[in-house]
């Protein structure tokens, strides 16, 4: 890695919280973009305080719209 390179991408990543909208014609929920503030970031204490609230791609894939009827 570069000189300054770690430095670089620790001041510069979006770590802004990442949120998802249901839309009525979709199964699945879809990103939801809205404006964010970028801050630097220390790594340690941004991976530990959110482990526990990640939401993984298989539980998003289990989700169903609850503005769609279901199917029968």
């Known amino acids: 890695m570069a000189p300054g390179a ?3 991408m620790e001041s510069h ?3 802004s919280l990442t949120t ?3 839309h ?3 199964t699945r929920p ?7 503030i970028h801050t630097c970031v220390n790594w340690d204490v ?6 526990a609230r990640q939401v993984m791609a ?4 289990q989700l169903k ?4 009827h279901e199917m029968r």
Not at 30 to 36: K, T
Not at 46 to 51: F, P
Not at 58 to 61: A, F, S
Not at 65 to 68: A, E, F, R, S, T
């Open 6 to 8: 770690k430095k670089h």
């Open 13 to 15: 990543v979006d770590t």
């Open 20 to 22: 998802f909208k249901w």
């Open 24 to 26: 009525p014609e979709k």
């Open 30 to 36: 879809m990103f939801n973009a809205s404006e964010s």
């Open 46 to 51: 941004l991976i530990e305080s959110t482990a």
């Open 58 to 61: 298989d539980e998003i894939l």
């Open 65 to 68: 719209n609850p503005l769609m």
